[in-house]
T-cell receptor, first 113, second 111 residues
Framework: NAGVTQTPKFQVLKTGQSMTLQCAQD?????MYWYRQDPGMGLRLIYY???????DKGEVPNGYNVSRLNKREFSLRLESAAPSQTSVYFC????????????FGDGTRLSIL | RKEVEQDPGPFNVPEGATVAFNCTYSNSASQSFFWYRQDCRKEPKLLMSVYSSGNEDGRFTAQLNRASQYISLLIRDSKLSDSATYLCVVNPPGSARQLTFGSGTQLTVLP
């Protein structure tokens, strides 16, 4: 059972390059999320999609865009990568009911040189 | 003040010890509470939900104190495999299912 799948697992970019992080879930969840995690800091929400067709900014959206392609897929795009975006990125999904937890993919480790 | 605060540790305990972590949250109207576990360089995984009456899952016990706005996690008979970072997670009201994560408490269980 795959759960939440993220690609790629690792990526190195040069400053100014663009790329898209892919996320897909097979749990029929309505809500999907993108987080970044930096050393010494908790997970910070970048964008989320409460349901198919909607997206909203989280705590740290600057420099990122998202697309909720369908119920399964939620992608994160860096248009012009900056060294400050070096981080580990996690995608998560959940049911829409308030007492349900989120399930995470195994992360994308992104380095911007 | 951070929305969710945890003692970062590290907590270094011998095998078999009992260890407790606390977490405080700032929004008194928060609805849902969870403990997640994160191994080094891995994704966070749900350890347990935290219910108002307190709940237990094997060696793990979670408690919620709404009046004082804190959540606790007790681990009994610690195993080497319990070594990880434990994340306190809160669902504030009106947040459209967003969760707020604490920075985590690092636990190392020593042989």
């Amino acid at each position: 059972n795959a759960g939440v799948t993220q690609t790629p697992k690792f990526q190195v970019l040069k400053t100014g390059q663009s790329m898209t992080l892919q996320c897909a879930q097979d749990m029929n969840h309505n809500s999907m999320y993108w987080y970044r995690q930096d050393p010494g800091m908790g997970l910070r929400l970048i964008y989320y999609s409460a349901s198919e067709g909607t997206t909203d900014k989280g705590e740290v959206p600057n420099g990122y865009n998202v697309s909720r392609l369908n119920k399964r897929e939620f992608s994160l795009r860096l248009e012009s990568a900056a060294p400050s975006q070096t981080s580990v990125y996690f995608c998560a999904s959940s049911e829409i009911r308030s007492n349900q937890p989120q399930h995470f993919g195994d992360g994308t480790r992104l380095s911007i040189l | 003040r951070k929305e969710v605060e945890q003692d970062p540790g590290p907590f270094n305990v011998p095998e078999g010890a009992t260890v407790a972590f606390n977490c405080t949250y700032s929004n008194s109207a928060s609805q849902s509470f969870f403990w997640y576990r994160q191994d080094c360089r891995k994704e966070p995984k749900l350890l347990m939900s935290v219910y108002s009456s307190g709940n237990e899952d094997g060696r793990f016990t979670a408690q919620l104190n709404r009046a004082s706005q804190y959540i606790s996690l007790l681990i009994r008979d610690s195993k080497l495999s319990d070594s990880a970072t434990y994340l306190c997670v809160v669902n504030p009201p009106g947040s459209a299912r967003q969760l707020t994560f604490g920075s985590g408490t690092q636990l190392t269980v020593l042989p």
